[in-house]
Nanobody
Framework: QVQLVESGGGLVQAGGSLRLSCTVS????????MGWFRQPPGKEREFVAT????????SYANFVKGRFTISRDNAENTVYLQMNNLKPEDTAVYYC????????????????WGQGTQVTVSS
């Protein structure tokens, strides 16, 4: 059983920064690609970023390019999402997820999900 636990969400003003963390337990973390998704209020869950098992490749949604950075520390079983220059439209519940696919952006290709962490950006 793989468990994912997100942390680091909160309330921040527009232009501010947050770093989300997702710690994975239960299986070999380094064998999984990791992704971040988000679900804005009243909307569907959407892809944000993904990183390969070794951390050598990443992919981002267009709306976060240049502002968000995904990274991972396999020794700590943790994946991060550094979010800079936050905008009110970034307000959402952010989820991390794990799979064995290569840079997948599709929700259905992810096998394990965390419970989510709320990010609220005020204007």
């Amino acid at each position: 059983q793989v468990q994912l636990v997100e942390s680091g969400g909160g309330l921040v003003q527009a232009g501010g920064s947050l770093r989300l963390s997702c710690t994975v337990s239960g299986r070999t973390f380094s064998s999984y690609s990791m992704g971040w998704f988000r679900q804005p209020p009243g909307k569907e869950r959407e892809f944000v970023a993904t990183i390969t098992w070794g951390g050598g490749s990443t992919s981002y949604a267009n709306f976060v390019k240049g502002r968000f950075t995904i990274s991972r520390d396999n020794a700590e079983n943790t994946v991060y999402l550094q979010m800079n220059n936050l905008k009110p439209e970034d307000t959402a519940v952010y989820y991390c997820a794990a799979n064995h696919e290569y840079l997948s952006r599709r929700r259905y290709e992810y096998d394990y999900w965390g419970q989510g962490t709320q990010v609220t950006v005020s204007s």
